[in-house]
């Protein structure tokens, strides 16, 4: 620079020129602008902020004291004797409700310690906690790991927000303002902050589905809150602040740092003393929280609670108007009471018997449910199952081959030939975590126990095995099975004797018969054994008088009769003969109810699972004390039908079967090729039935698995009767007894009925009154018969003797070969009285 006199003239010239002036004058408006501009954002920011702050507080969702009270609670089961069983939990609804009076103090201090040390002084916000919050994340680098949210801020935002919808900061942000907001009001309005803790308490996270500590302390500990110490209690505060890492159970270590500060932060503030932090710190908790988890055992639901729910759901709909989605969300997250009929112990104990191996020999077959997915080259997924896996086997093994396979080996390597001749065909891949294999024991088993009095369902066993799901196939309820020779007293010779004329002692010939088709029809003996009483053919389950007695009463009758005994599964194709033997379709539970009927004298019960439902405020919204009932036998009609019942335990299929002195009625039932088992039986007080087969149609290998069934229902149904009077039971008014021939089925006839060469054929037969018989027997007869020719003697027959003998109408078959008939030589035609030997 020039700083000589003549170098500061020009320089001064310059400045004072003209043009210089102007340049300056814009320069000093520039800068004026520059800073009314700033001045102007500035207000405008601000400006803008707080108007965007209002809208945030404009729009916040507005609330009370309602909003934040749980609303969703697990639905608990209580069995019969009003012992909590079973739990249903849908997602955010496995809780149980406490009253802050029931929630230990210790635990109430041990939350406030570790999440909102200040929670008695603030109004909602803790300010002093968001500054700690706000200086510990700038000075770590901006890792904000430390909360600043008050007990109230996060009762708030468990109930009203959804976290899960945030997609950025500035979601977040909006819903921290809105809550802290929302905070302050509720303060403000509640004005009571013992109950937004008790609200805080019973809303929480606290892992493995667990809302509430009331829900906590029973899963962890198994024992009421009222009941934790303060080891237990700081366990339960440990777990709020991330339910997943602090699971006691699944990360116990996590855990136990966090709950070390949580006893700390209690004697830091003055909630215990040093003893009682040094004794809860030395306390070896997850040890006890550990074992307590072990102990109990599945939350898959039992077969019982399967075919209780639905039943709680449909009445709901139907008696309440209620769509099946409130249906649904009621029963899982509506904190229900629902008082079930279910005898636990007898169900426990009838469980343990089917599921004893030893009872099957020690034996087993299984059956295959397969499935799995594939992506082909182009990304096309198909999906491949069991039945896919069944036709590649009868193409490989031929039309035998079946899904039961007689090892877990077996069923294994035949789905991995399937599998990979899948992948080879289609040159895919299988989809990770779409190969599904499920192994069902077989042969199968469903039992179902009922008091008959009440029509109240005590056990219900859909199946043997390891249950690995709830709401899968329950045999008991669902799965349609031909009742065999167990439909005959409900379906054919109770009707007979109810309405159509017929008693215990109409007898049928027990012969060859046939369908109109020419069909021969057999007896399970492949015997014959001619005259039968109802009450014979009955006991003995002979098949052919059970046909000849539905002909003579009619297939509507029978029907009618079945429907009224609530078997609700009839079809067309059930209005013909065979109906006799039990070609319809039925359930267990049906089968067992229709039984009831004949053990409640005559009267039908619509069978009960539940008695009660309440609601979470203590209201009866279900009331199912009143059984639903109607007539559908005469009380006579059902002493009958159970007095033949009890031959079948002295002279029928389960005379070997000890009931020791108890009077049981009962019947058994096997359908064409041996593919089902039923027994179905009563005594004083329940009724007990039992079906076992195979899944799928299959002969039951009995050489393998002997017959289990019988000691299983015989057992259970000792059981279930125990301490009531099980002695033969007194005949009702308007029963009457006669002395008659079972051959005839009319009044016996001294000399001739108790002297038949085969033995003595009289018996003394109960009748419902008007219905005895009043005339003789007409089918025996004393005549003289040779001894050579064994025709009719004539007054010339050298070699005769006299002998009593039956009449019969024909036996065009009896001497053949082909059928076998009881000293069929004694019965004889009125033709044949005429043919005689000189």
């Not at 699971?247 to 006893?263: C, F, I, S």
């Not at 001749?421 to 088993?445: C, D, F, R």
Request: hydrophobic share 35%; net charge negative; glycine share 6%.
């Amino acid at each position: 620079m020039n700083y000589s006199s003549n170098g500061i003239k020009k320089k001064l010239n310059e400045i004072r020129s003209h043009k210089s002036k102007i340049e300056m004058t814009v320069l000093v408006y520039v800068f004026k602008g520059f800073i009314l501009l700033c001045l102007f954002g500035s207000v405008a920011l601000c400006c803008l902020g707080a108007g965007s702050l209002r809208a945030i507080i404009d729009t916040a969702p507005k609330i009370t004291l309602n909003d934040v009270t749980p609303s969703q609670y697990k639905t608990t089961i209580y069995d019969s004797a009003g012992k909590p069983i079973e739990t249903l939990v849908a997602s955010g609804a496995n809780r149980i409700y406490a009253t802050i009076d029931e929630i230990p103090v210790d635990l109430q201090h041990a939350f406030i310690a570790i999440e909102d040390e200040r929670f008695y002084q603030h109004n909602g916000i803790d300010a002093k906690g968001i500054m700690r919050a706000a200086y510990i994340g700038i000075s770590s680098g901006f890792n904000f790991t430390q909360g600043a949210s008050t007990l109230t801020q996060q009762l708030i935002k468990n109930s009203v927000f959804s976290v899960e919808n945030e997609n950025s900061l500035g979601d977040r942000l909006k819903r921290k303002i809105q809550e802290q907001y929302l905070a302050v009001n509720l303060e403000k309005d509640v004005n009571d902050k013992q109950l937004i803790l008790e609200n805080y308490l019973n809303i929480i996270n606290l892992g493995n589905n667990n809302l509430g500590v009331q829900s906590a302390a029973r899963n962890y500990f198994n024992k009421d809150v009222s009941q934790l110490n303060i080891s237990e209690c700081a366990v339960i505060a440990a777990i709020t602040q991330n339910p997943s890492y602090y699971n006691p159970v699944r990360y116990p270590e996590h855990n136990k740092e966090r709950r070390q500060l949580v006893l700390d932060n209690m004697l830091e503030q003055n909630y215990i003393t040093k003893e009682q932090h040094e004794e809860a710190v030395a306390d070896d908790v997850y040890a006890r929280i550990q074992n307590v988890h072990n102990s109990k055992g599945s939350s898959v639901y039992s077969y019982y609670t399967d075919a209780l729910i639905p039943e709680i759901m449909d009445d709901l709909m139907t008696q309440k108007g209620y769509s099946y989605t409130q249906a649904y969300n009621l029963v899982y997250r509506g904190g229900l009471s629902i008082y079930s009929c279910e005898d636990s112990k007898l169900q426990k104990y009838a469980e343990s018997l089917v599921n004893d191996p030893e009872r099957w020999n020690n034996e087993y077959e299984i059956l295959v449910s397969y499935h799995f997915q594939i992506r082909d080259d182009h990304g096309t997924l198909s999906s491949y199952n069991e039945n896919g896996m069944l036709e590649y086997m009868k193409k490989t093994k031929g039309d035998s081959a079946s899904l039961i396979f007689t090892s877990d080996e077996a069923a294994d390597e035949a789905c991995e030939k399937y599998k990979n001749y899948v992948l080879k065909k289609t040159g895919g891949t299988v989809v990770e975590g779409s190969e599904k294999k499920n192994y069902a024991l077989q042969p199968q088993i469903s039992m179902v126990v009922t008091e008959h009095g009440t029509g109240m369902v005590r056990v219900i066993i859909g199946g043997r095995g390891d249950k690995e799901e709830s709401m899968a196939l329950n045999r008991a309820t669902s799965s349609l099975r031909q009742p065999g020779s167990t439909i005959k007293p409900i379906g054919v010779y109770g009707p007979a004797l109810d309405s159509c004329g017929l008693n215990l002692a109409t007898v049928f010939d027990d012969a060859p018969f046939y369908y109109d088709n020419g069909q021969l029809v057999n007896n399970y003996d492949f015997r014959f054994k001619g005259y039968l009483t109802i009450r014979q053919s009955l006991a003995e389950s002979r098949n052919i008088g059970a046909l000849k007695t539905l002909q003579t009463i009619g297939i509507n009758t029978a029907i009618s009769y079945l429907e009224n005994l609530g078997i609700s599964t009839l079809t067309e194709k059930d209005y013909y003969l065979p109906l006799a033997l039990g070609t319809c379709n039925a359930t267990n539970l049906e089968m067992n109810a229709a039984y009831c009927a004949i053990a409640n004298k005559g009267q039908y019960i619509k069978p009960r699972l539940y008695t009660k439902v309440v609601d979470h405020d203590g209201n009866i919204i279900l009331d199912n004390t009143v059984p639903e009932t109607k007539q559908v036998f005469k009380e006579t009609t059902a002493y009958l039908i159970s007095s033949a019942m009890h031959s079948v335990t002295t002279i029928g299929a389960l005379k070997n079967q000890d009931f020791g002195d108890m009077y049981v009625c009962a019947k058994t039932g096997t359908t064409q090729n041996d593919y089902d088992k039923w027994g179905i039986g009563f005594s004083a007080k329940c009724t007990v039935s039992i079906w076992s087969g195979y899944d799928l149609n299959k002969v039951y290998n009995h050489s393998k698995y002997g017959t289990p069934y019988w000691s299983m229902w015989r057992n259970v149904l000792i059981k279930a009767n125990e301490g009531a009077d099980c002695s033969e039971p007194e005949p009702p008014a308007g029963i009457v007894k006669c002395t008659i021939c079972k051959d005839s089925g009319l009044l016996a006839v001294d000399g001739l009925c108790n002297a038949d060469p085969r033995g003595d054929r009289v018996t003394t037969e109960y009748f419902a009154e008007g219905q005895q018989p009043t005339s003789a027997c007409k089918v025996h007869t004393k005549v003289k018969i040779c001894n050579s020719t064994h025709l009719v003697a004539g007054e010339g027959c050298p070699h005769s003797k006299s002998t009593v003998i039956r009449i019969i109408k024909d036996k065009p078959s009896y001497n053949t070969k082909k059928f076998d008939v009881e000293d069929s030589y004694l019965a004889i035609t009125k033709e044949e009285l005429n043919n005689k030997c000189n």
